[in-house]
Nanobody, 128 residues
Framework: QVRLVESGGGSVQAGGSLTLACVAS????????VGWFRQAPGKEREGVAA????????YIAKSVAARFAIYQDAAKNTVYLQMNSLKPEDTSTYYC?????????????????????WGQGTLVTVSS
């Protein structure tokens, strides 16, 4: 059974940091694209960051590039999203997602319409 399980969400004040973790299981981790998208109520999904588990430069959305980082521990089939200098506008549910093959970018933005699977999400709340 393919599973992506997120953890690490919570409530922080503006300027704080959180690290989200996504543990993948039930499929061959290597050779896939794993990343994070977020969705706030009433808003569209936004691809935040993604990486190819076989290596290469990760994708980071321009809106968070100076503050967020994505990395993996391949031995643990785990992808992390390090979020620093959090802002109230980062408040959202963050979902881990995976797709077979490479991360697909369209117009320089991670394409989300061909995701194979995603997790239940973890809520991040940033207060001012």
């Amino acid at each position: 059974q393919v599973r992506l399980v997120e953890s690490g969400g919570g409530s922080v004040q503006a300027g704080g940091s959180l690290t989200l973790a996504c543990v993948a299981s039930g499929y061959t981790y290597r050779g896939t694209c794993v990343g994070w998208f977020r969705q706030a109520p009433g808003k569209e999904r936004e691809g935040v960051a993604a990486l190819e588990t076989s290596g290469g430069s990760p994708y980071i959305a321009k809106s968070v590039a100076a503050r967020f980082a994505i990395y993996q521990d391949a031995a643990k089939n785990t992808v992390y999203l390090q979020m620093n200098s959090l802002k109230p506008e980062d408040t959202s549910t963050y979902y881990c997602a995976a797709v077979r093959g490479r991360c697909r970018l369209i117009g320089g933005v991670w394409y989300l319409n061909d995701l194979d699977t995603w997790g239940q999400g973890t809520l991040v709340t940033v207060s001012s």
